[in-house]
Nanobody, 130 residues
Framework: QVQLVESGGGLVQAGGSLRLSCGAS????????MDWFRQAPGKVREFVAA????????YYADSVKGRFTISRDNAKNMVYLQMDSLKPEDTAVYYC???????????????????????WGQGTQVTVSS
């Protein structure tokens, strides 16, 4: 069982930055790939970014590539999403997600479907004003 708690959301002007954090419970955090998803009102939940268990492999949705950075600290059971150059279309509830993937290092193209997620956080609201 893994429990995830997000923090760091808020209101920011276009062009600004926010850093989301996600804390995980449990001793098996390093056996999970970690993702960030987001869901805007009236839209389906969409993939944002993923990171392998070691942090050695990351990949991003095209819509955020070059602006967002995912990272993790296994010693602290934490995963982060640094969001720069924010746009109004980034407004959404952002969810941290854990996917059981021990030893899977190369994750490009994997773990981008909500149906693959094993555990979800409760979400944190990000609002970008124009």
């Amino acid at each position: 069982q893994v429990q995830l708690v997000e923090s760091g959301g808020g209101l920011v002007q276009a062009g600004g930055s926010l850093r989301l954090s996600c804390g995980a419970s449990g001793r098996t955090f390093s056996r999970y790939a970690m993702d960030w998803f987001r869901q805007a009102p009236g839209k389906v939940r969409e993939f944002v970014a993923a990171i392998s268990w070691s942090g050695g492999s990351t990949y991003y949705a095209d819509s955020v590539k070059g602006r967002f950075t995912i990272s993790r600290d296994n010693a602290k059971n934490m995963v982060y999403l640094q969001m720069d150059s924010l746009k109004p279309e980034d407004t959404a509830v952002y969810y941290c997600a854990a996917l059981f993937a021990p030893g899977v290092e190369e994750i490009t193209g994997l773990f981008r479907e909500p149906s693959e997620v094993d555990y979800w956080g409760q979400g944190t609201q990000v609002t970008v004003s124009s």
